[in-house]
């Protein structure tokens, strides 16, 4: 059975009740997308092709008064890995 998102994976972490979720598919014809969200809102979108692990993926800024910026680092190496920082702060690696 075909699916619109092939190959998904997803994280989903709890900030002080708010929930970050970010989720990542791909095809084998080089399509594909990872996106962000809190509580359910779109924030951020990228559809680039490669991952640097040692630069922001996704991103959204000024978010609330309590979350000044959410960060998201995704790297592959065998293996689909995310980092997700919230004001600068490490809540999830794989």
Known sequence: MKT???NLEERTVDFNGRE???SNWYNWKLQGAADLYLDGEHLDQNKKKTADGKKIFLSKYDVS???KSIEVYVSYFFKLKF???VNGNIIHQD
């Open 4 to 6: 619109a998102t092939p």
């Open 20 to 22: 970050i979720k970010v």
């Open 83 to 85: 980092k997700i920082l």
């Open 65 to 67: 008064e309590d979350i």
